[in-house]
T-cell receptor, first 115, second 112 residues
Framework: NAGVTQTPKFQVLKTGQSMTLQCAQDMNHNSMYWYRQDPGMGLRLIYYSASEGTTDKGEVPNGYNVSRLNKREFSLRLESAAPSQTSVYFC??????????????FGSGTRLTVV | KNEVEQSPQNLTAQEGEFITINCSYSVGISALHWLQQHPGGGIVSLFMLSSGKKKHGRLIATINIQEKHSSLHITASHPRDSAVYICAVLGNYGGSQGNLIFGKGTKLSVKP
């Protein structure tokens, strides 16, 4: 089925460990996003990629890095995990031109716990 | 002050009731999205609006651009409608085009 695929769905890390969250979309969308969702807060943008080859910081980028490997794939890396990064992470994609807008498609989420 | 405010935060209804969830925003927008998130689940886009009204099954979404307000209505509510409903706006200002600003969500519980 067409959509956004995120892996893994669940992960437990120890403080200081590193990991990469993978995201791939098969809708030929230009734009991809990584969000985190914490209790009592709206989704917050970590990083985004408006097109292949570009990435930009969002609202909460500290402690994260991203790679737009190709048009399909956008990965999020935690180099040294901290308990404050315990959250649910969502990848999303859209086909968004300047001041045009199309629907967003979200992945199923990754529940990350850092102990 | 949050740029996107939703009300109520929590809502409990009896099956069959008509439900309204409200969203107010303080920035200029090019579009507004209503999203649905089931417990432990992913996020699904319900509507994208830039003006007027849209209907899909028992769901109706309206937007008033002048008043910077949108509503999501559910007619003949059902327990399977129980979810968190999230309002998100796409700003029309430069520098962050394409990035959604999210409300905190409204948790709806429909009792049989």
């Amino acid at each position: 089925n067409a959509g956004v695929t995120q892996t893994p769905k669940f992960q437990v890390l120890k403080t200081g460990q590193s990991m990469t969250l993978q995201c791939a979309q098969d809708m030929n969308h230009n734009s991809m996003y990584w969000y985190r969702q914490d209790p009592g807060m709206g989704l917050r943008l970590i990083y985004y990629s408006a097109s292949e080859g570009t990435t930009d910081k969002g609202e909460v980028p500290n402690g994260y890095n991203v790679s737009r490997l190709n048009k399909r794939e956008f990965s999020l890396r935690l180099e040294s995990a901290a308990p404050s990064q315990t959250s649910v992470y969502f990848c999303a994609s859209s086909d968004l031109g300047w001041r045009q807008n199309y629907g967003y498609t979200f992945g199923s989420g990754t529940r990350l716990t850092v102990v | 002050k949050n740029e996107v405010e939703q009300s109520p935060q929590n809502l409990t209804a009896q099956e069959g009731e008509f439900i309204t969830i409200n969203c107010s925003y303080s920035v200029g927008i090019s579009a507004l999205h209503w999203l649905q998130q089931h417990p432990g689940g992913g996020i699904v886009s319900l509507f994208m609006l830039s003006s007027g009204k849209k209907k899909h099954g028992r769901l109706i979404a309206t937007i008033n651009i002048q008043e910077k307000h949108s509503s999501l209505h559910i007619t003949a509510s059902h327990p399977r409608d129980s979810a968190v409903y999230i309002c998100a706006v796409l700003g029309n200002y430069g520098g962050s085009q394409g990035n959604l600003i999210f409300g905190k969500g409204t948790k709806l519980s429909v009792k049989p």
